[in-house]
């Protein structure tokens, strides 16, 4: 079974641009919840979607945003650039979404670089 | 909300020592617990779970127990492999003080040399 793939792999843009990450969730799989990777802050969850709805959504600005579409497949948007964007951004799908004390497993993607320069 | 701490490293070892990461959780309910690894270039992979009190995961020789009464879900191997050289995340879900995403904690870069 193929695993998680995002697209693409690595990615520069200036400041001010706005950039759309692609995730295609594990085939069968219904959630897919994005993250962000920094060296300072970590791993922070931005949001998950379920059935093309956003579910639940972590503390970034509305300059994130996201999509899914009806094969499950996920798209992030992030606007106006800013050099702090930088990280890597992991997507991760499962079966079903994450419902307060009944976790379903979530497998990752690679990730997606994003260099903001 | 939710919270995870864990040493953050690098962690330094010779190949066949014995290995502990500390990890301790903060949650206003009852998560469950996980330790992923991330290899260099790569995302993260599950390595292993626990889902209630005194639960022990184990994997590829690594273990980790719940313990409610100390919050914590400390990682441990009896004798690592240079292969075992990544960064490992300690984290939790569904404990009642957040989102339903996971929690993580910032990561313990594991370095074995030879």
């Known amino acids: 079974k193929a695993g998680v793939t995002q697209t693409p792999r690595y990615l520069i843009k200036t400041r001010g641009q706005q950039v759309t990450l692609s995730c295609s969730p594990i085939s069968g799989h219904r959630s897919v919840s994005w993250y962000q990777q920094t060296p300072g802050q970590g791993l922070q969850f931005l949001f998950e979607y379920f059935s093309e709805t956003q ?11 996201g999509r899914q579409f ?3 497949r996920s798209e992030m948007n992030v606007s106006t650039l800013e050099l702090g964007d930088s990280a890597l951004y992991l997507c991760a799908s ?9 976790y379903n497993e979530q497998f990752f993607g690679p990730g997606t670089r994003l260099t903001v320069l | 909300g939710d919270s995870v701490t864990q040493m953050e ?8 020592a014995f290995l502990t990461i500390n990890c301790t959780y ?3 309910g009852y998560p469950s617990l996980f330790w992923y690894v991330q290899y260099p270039g790569e995302g993260l992979q599950l390595l292993l779970k626990a889902t209630k009190a005194d639960d022990k995961g184990s994997n ?3 273990e980790a127990t719940y313990r409610k009464e100390t919050t914590s879900f400390h990682l441990e191997k009896g004798s690592v492999q240079v292969s075992d050289s990544a960064v490992y995340f300690c984290a939790l879900s ?3 003080g957040g989102a339903d995403g996971l929690t993580f904690g910032k990561g ?3 370095i074995i040399q030879p």
């Open chain 2, 94 to 96: 569904g404990g009642g």
């Open chain 1, 55 to 65: 579910r639940n959504k972590g503390n970034f600005p509305g300059r994130f945003s």
């Open chain 2, 108 to 110: 313990t870069h594991l």
């Open chain 1, 94 to 102: 499962s079966m079903l979404p994450g419902q307060g004390l009944f």
């Open chain 2, 60 to 62: 590829k020789g690594f």
């Open chain 1, 70 to 72: 009806s094969n499950s």
């Open chain 2, 26 to 28: 903060t949650a206003t």
């Open chain 2, 9 to 16: 490293g690098p962690v330094t070892l010779s190949e066949e």
